[in-house]
Structures are given as C-alpha cells and as structure tokens.
C-alpha cells in the first residue's frame, strides 16, 4: 500500500487549504484513513479520521470545527479540508491507512504517507 499526501503550502492566518491522500490499492473502501501532524520539536499528533465508508468520523480537540475529512472510495482518495486556519496548525500532515477499525491511535496505522508540509503565516 503507498499513501501520497499532497495539498500543502503556504498561507495566511485565517485562511484554507484542502489536503488529499490518493492510495496505491484494489480496495480502497478495506481501509480506514487518518490524518496526523508533526510540528518542530513536537511530536506526532492526531488530527482526523475516517472510516471505511466514511460513516465513522473523529478529529482531534484542536481541529474540531474548522477541519473536515472525507474520503471518495472510488478515486482511492480521502481529503482533509482545514478552514480558518491557524499559527499553531504549521505541520507536516501524514495521511495513514490501516485496514482495522478507525482508530485515532496513530500505532494502529501501518501504512503511512510522506507528509505534506502546511506553514500558516501569522
């Protein structure tokens, strides 16, 4: 399974960017998908998850409310739309696939994207 994360870049406080994660795989509708992020000198933190049909949908308490997965199975994709954007969101977003349950316990996902970085001007 190969994950590619893209979307990112630079923008402004308040601003929008729409993340995708295209998978490699037969059946993508097999996987559960989940965003995470990385910060300088932090670790790697939870930020959204799907499941396999998208009917179950989490987000980690910073991002509630202003971030939003999705998933379209049958172009192998799922999105992170990340609205009013701010400061502390600078990261470098990993999208993950597992075919267990979705799950925000970034140990369950075993197959990972390269990250995409995202940098928010104050």
């Known amino acids: 399974v190969q994950l590619q994360a893209s979307g990112g870049g630079l923008v402004e406080a308040g601003g929008s960017l729409k993340l995708s994660c295209r998978a490699s795989?037969?059946?993508?509708?097999?996987?559960?998908v989940a965003w995470f992020r990385q910060a300088p000198g932090k670790d790697r933190e939870f930020v959204a998850a799907?499941?396999?049909?998208?009917?179950?949908?989490y987000y980690g308490d910073s991002v509630k409310g202003r971030f939003t997965i999705s998933r379209n199975n049958a172009e192998n994709t799922a999105y992170l739309q990340m609205n009013n954007l701010k400061f502390e969101d600078t990261a470098v977003y990993y999208c993950?696939?597992?075919?267990?349950?979705?799950?925000?316990?970034?140990?369950?996902?075993?197959?990972w994207g390269q990250g995409t970085l995202v940098t928010v001007s104050s």
């Open positions: 799907i499941s396999w049909k998208g009917i179950d949908i």
């Open positions: 795989v037969r059946t993508f509708s097999d996987y559960a």
């Open positions: 993950a696939a597992t075919t267990n349950v979705v799950t925000m316990v970034e140990s369950w996902y075993r197959y």
